[in-house]
């Protein structure tokens, strides 16, 4: 039979929607780390490298297998390099471990320069994911002095918290699966959701409230 316009109209069958999925927050709030600085300095040839090493660390807070943090991270830099010499060099690295400090990842750089600086900033990375504590997450700042002569005179400071909290966002997820089957073929995608946000995922984007 041929439909008003010249269609096969849709055989008869069957179709269902299996949806599987769990809601995996455990924790969902915002955390904060202490503050820390260190300051290397290189009268003379050499250098010197000293660690920055917040304290309080962020507290003992256990996490889900699909939750996620965000942090914003209050950092400052300050430099006095012999300017214009060109003997005289400084620089920092801030960086985040998700291991206790086992491995660090650089997510702010200053590098290596006989120039001065003096400058406060917030610096957001992540969403870092795979956590079970967040006491896992750890902070700090590599901050470097570097004398190519005799007469050198470098100071550098690195600081977190510089005039301001770090924070720790942690958010809930729900993830899962949908499968679709008709006439007995299935096809099957996974989702993942964040609340109170936008979650970009293979499948497009989700907004949960």
């Known amino acids: ?3 008003e316009r010249g269609f096969e109209p849709p055989t008869a069958g069957s179709a269902t929607v299996t949806v ?3 809601e995996q927050s455990n924790t969902t709030g915002t955390y904060t780390l202490g503050s820390g600085s260190a300051t290397a300095t290189m009268n003379g040839q050499g250098t010197d490298n000293e660690t920055a090493i917040p304290y309080p660390p962020f507290p003992s807070v256990p996490m889900g297998s699909s939750d996620a943090v965000m ?3 209050n950092i400052g830099y300050q430099a006095q390099t012999d300017l214009g010499v060109g003997i005289g060099r400084a620089g920092a690295t801030f960086e985040y471990s998700t291991n206790g400090g086992a491995t660090w990842t650089a997510f702010y750089t200053q590098n290596l320069a ?3 600086f003096n400058y406060v900033k917030n610096v957001t990375f992540g969403p870092i994911g795979g956590l079970s504590n967040l006491n896992q997450l750890q902070v700090q700042a590599v901050v470097t002095a570097v004398g ?3 007469d050198s005179d470098v100071t550098a400071t690195a600081s977190i918290d510089a005039n301001a909290q770090t924070t720790a966002q942690v958010s809930g997820y729900d993830s899962g699966s949908v499968t679709v089957t ?3 073929h299935s096809d099957m995608v996974n989702f993942q959701g964040r609340h ?3 979650h970009r995922g293979s499948i497009g984007e989700c907004d949960q409230q």
């Open 1 to 3: 039979m041929v439909g």
């Open 20 to 22: 599987n999925g769990s």
């Open 71 to 73: 942090v914003t991270a």
């Open 114 to 116: 006989n120039e001065d």
């Open 148 to 150: 190519a002569g005799s």
């Open 182 to 184: 008709v006439n007995g």
């Open 196 to 198: 109170g946000g936008i």
